[in-house]
């Protein structure tokens, strides 16, 4: 299985412009309407989100470590390989922090975003 990707995004950045997530979700829903599911299966983008506040688990402290650049953002964001994929496809910028096995996210983590892509289109 392939790994997470962790974004982080700063407050100025998460009001600004809402990170990645808006844009890809965005991009994700013009792509369905141009495409068939019951012809086309797509692959699933999954992008989980924590915020980040003075607040730190164990978990989150634990995966600074193994990342210590993820310290001082207001937000993490974890998307697997095929939303990778998706913003590199639309041209959404990311700057990845690390990549992470799924067992090493977070448990407080939500689900920011969890869609079809159909990378062929």
Not at 23 to 31: A, F, I, S, T, W
Not at 90 to 113: H, K, S
């Amino acid at each position: 299985m392939r790994g997470f990707t962790v974004v982080g995004l700063t407050e100025g950045e998460v009001r600004r412009w809402g990170g990645p997530v808006h844009r890809l979700k965005d991009c994700l829903v013009e792509q369905l309407a141009k495409v068939h599911q019951d012809v086309f299966p797509g692959d699933a983008v999954i992008v989980y989100a924590i915020n980040v506040n003075g607040d730190n688990s164990a978990a989150l402290d634990k995966l600074c470590e193994r990342l210590p650049n993820c310290k001082g953002f207001a937000q993490l964001l974890f998307l697997n390989h095929t939303a990778s994929q998706a913003c590199d496809k639309f041209g959404i910028p990311i700057v990845a922090l690390g990549t992470i096995r799924p067992d090493d996210i977070p448990p407080e983590r939500i689900v920011a975003l969890e869609r079809p892509f159909f990378p062929g289109l």
